[in-house]
């Protein structure tokens, strides 16, 4: 055994077993880190979507409960008017 033979294998592993082991180390880390990047964003990016979605159905009940409500204005206004009505409560006051 040389002197450079022994002090490689002191410190551990060779170095032609480090560099292949530190690539595939980095290209895990990059791939872990860049799917965790790509996971975020497609969170984000559903729940913008989800807050859109929600937010169009709070505005289409919203229309329709004031054009409800606008439908009962007008059938009261109507019915205010109408003279059976106006008779009614006549006959119920005298009642």
Do not use: C
Request: proline share 2%; hydrophobic share 50%.
């Amino acid at each position: 055994m040389t002197t450079t033979e022994s002090a490689a294998t002191r410190r551990g592993m060779r170095l032609s077993q480090r560099l292949p082991m530190a690539f595939t180390t980095i290209g895990l880390l990059a791939g872990i880190l860049s799917g965790a990047v790509v996971l975020w964003l497609a969170v984000g990016a559903i729940l913008v979507e989800d807050q859109k979605k929600t937010e169009a159905v709070v505005s289409a009940r919203a229309t329709e409960l004031a054009n409800y409500l606008e439908a009962i204005d007008q059938d009261l206004h109507f019915q205010s008017e109408n003279p059976f009505v106006l008779d009614a409560l006549v006959a119920f006051d005298g009642a």
